[in-house]
């Protein structure tokens, strides 16, 4: 089935160093969400975004609705080591209709 | 407590054994579905129900069933385990109107 694309795949990074990653699809959607993933848990949703050009925040956490409709980014601030994770988008065209995942991101953060 | 409730948390069983994977759900939405992780291959869709009467086949449906027992409560079985049904497996929820998806803390089963 269709999947989102997620870049970087993996990243190592700082503690208190900032994050950026990005999610890509060939098709527009109309919500976006952002989800972490710890190992052998369920995923949890962070952020929920409905509208093109939407920029919501969750604490350190700040996502964002491409203008294409075909993208988002999700950006942590002064990461921390409990950040360490898989996070994974997903997109759903209209409410009603299955939504499509990322394969994504594994967030290491080094002490 | 959790919204959505996965049981069990963990099974190993044998090849050809029947298994049933229950979800319940506190959030009182209409929607739910069950999904399947393996490493490298991200979430997979087995089945969704929009309601108690409605009960749809996802991408990976074969070698499972499903039952929609009340609102709050879908079941995912494997009539007949094999190994390669080994895996991650998730419930989720959402709501009719809200485009928000919410997972339980899955179902580690393994299948020998």
């Known amino acids: 089935g269709q999947q989102l694309n997620q870049s970087p795949q993996s990243m190592f990074i700082q503690e208190g160093e900032d994050v950026s990653m990005n999610c890509t699809s060939s098709?527009?959607?109309?919500?976006w969400l952002w989800y972490k993933q710890d190992p052998g848990e369920g995923p949890v949703l962070l952020i929920a975004l409905y509208k093109a050009g939407e920029l919501t925040s969750n604490g350190r956490l700040t996502a964002q609705f491409g203008i294409t409709r075909k993208d988002s980014f999700l950006n942590i601030s002064a990461s921390i080591p409990s950040d360490v994770g898989i996070y994974f988008c997903?997109?759903?065209?209209?409410?009603?209709?299955?939504?499509?995942f990322g394969p994504g991101t594994r967030l290491s953060v080094l002490p | 407590d959790a919204d959505v409730t996965q049981t069990p948390r963990n099974r190993i069983t044998k090849t050809g054994k029947r298994i049933m994977l229950e979800c319940s759900q506190t959030k009182g939405h209409d929607r739910m579905y069950w999904y399947r992780q393996d490493p490298g291959l991200g979430l997979r869709l087995i089945y969704y129900?929009?309601?108690?009467?409605?009960?749809n086949k996802g991408e990976i449906s074969d070698g499972y069933s499903v039952s929609r027992q009340a609102q709050a409560k879908f079941s995912l079985s494997l009539e007949s385990a094999i190994p390669n049904q080994t895996a991650l497996y998730f419930c989720a929820t959402s709501g009719r109107y809200t485009g928000e998806l919410f997972f339980g803390e899955g179902s580690r089963l393994t299948v020998l």
């Open positions: 129900s929009f309601d108690v009467k409605d009960i």
């Open positions: 098709s527009i959607f109309n919500t």
């Open positions: 997903a997109g759903q065209y209209n409410y009603g209709q299955n939504f499509v």
